[in-house]
């Protein structure tokens, strides 16, 4: 079996079939990818975060990375 875009010669062991496919064009779109994010009011943290997590944080980047990080928090001020 073979199939060819336009008229061919066949062979005398061949037999022409001609076939008309009808695909939509919505089968060449790009899906639309959609994605509801909820984060419950529960896991929303203190307001404010103290030293010891500040430094729980660098020792476990510097575990993990080898790197030191300095992090800080600042207020948002209004």
Same mark, same amino acid.
């Given at each position: 079996?073979?199939?060819?875009?336009?008229?061919?010669?066949?062979?005398?062991?061949?037999? &022409?079939?001609?076939?008309?496919?009808?695909?939509?064009?919505?089968?060449?779109?790009?899906?639309?990818?959609?994605?509801?994010?909820?984060?419950?009011?529960?896991?929303?943290?203190?307001?404010?975060? &103290? &030293?010891?997590?500040?430094?729980?944080?660098?020792?476990?980047?510097?575990?993990?990375?080898?790197?030191?990080?300095?992090? &800080?928090?600042?207020?948002?001020?209004?």
């Amino acid at each position: 079996m073979r199939l060819t875009k336009g008229n061919t010669q066949t062979q005398t062991n061949e037999v &022409s079939v001609r076939v008309n496919i009808n695909i939509p064009d919505a089968l060449f779109q790009k899906p639309r990818l959609e994605a509801t994010i909820t984060i419950p009011e529960e896991a929303i943290g203190p307001e404010m975060i &103290s &030293s010891d997590v500040i430094h729980n944080c660098q020792d476990a980047i510097k575990e993990t990375t080898g790197l030191d990080m300095i992090i &800080s928090v600042a207020r948002d001020e209004e």
